[in-house]
């Protein structure tokens, strides 16, 4: 049985989620040399915190996929966190978060303390930020609970990401309208990608993530001299042709959940960036589409 046969039978449909506008500047109260203040920070991590238990009680993120983004938010809270306890010593998380965010916040702790991980990190907080703005857009555009949660965060949303683009000194994408997406004119598309939002209706994954850990750790330790990036890449198409042999076609948005997990993956083994591309998934389809 292939890791995708259940997809036979999937019903249901996923959707993804919503943005964040832009804003004029939100900070100023910054006393010393450091990036924010004590209320800043707190101010941040309360806003992540309150948006990480929308998508934790969310109805439209199927499959896991609620308590994937609750997970990834929790790693910006964690980030954030390390500076507010470790860096700028202003208190201890303990007292501001619970203890769901605290588990999060020990491991991303540790990770900061290398120097390298931690310039590593902060460089991709706005590409990385962008992903989940585009989350939270699509699920603005719902009318139902999860899509009115967001649209009442709507001025607190932009802080965090004017405040990611400050930390990276990069600047966020804007989120796309998926009802206006130009679907991309390829002469070659061997496993039939689609990005008709039609096709898309009842299929999704769940998080699998541990799965993917468990495949590409091994092959990771024993590259061959292979460059990790094409390692990761390979492994992401053999997972999409593993959807394909069982759908006969790979809708757009199984493409952005595999890569979204593989990529998470990918960032606790190596801490991979995949630049001149935006992101793995740009990456994957490069060499799909040839």
Known sequence: MGLFDFFRKKKGSPKQAQQAESSESVYSDSTSSNLFSKKELEDLISILTKLSYIFRDSQLLHGGRNESMKGKIHSYVGILGFYYEEEYHYGKMVDIVDQDVLVRYALISNAMKDESNKRNVVRDLADNWSDVLQVIFNMQL?????????????????????????????????????????????????LNITEDLTLSHGHSIPDITHVFAQDLFPRLASTSGKDSKDVIAEYTIAMIKSYYDNAGFVPMVIVDQITGQISQVAYMAMKISYSPYPSLKEYVLSKIYK
């Open 142 to 190: 719902e009318s139902n609970l999860d899509g009115d949660k967001l649209k009442q965060m709507e001025s607190e949303i932009p802080k965090v990401t004017l405040a990611f683009e400050k930390m990276s000194g990069n600047k966020c994408r804007e989120p796309k309208d998926p009802r206006k997406i130009t679907p991309r004119k390829v002469t070659y598309n061997p």
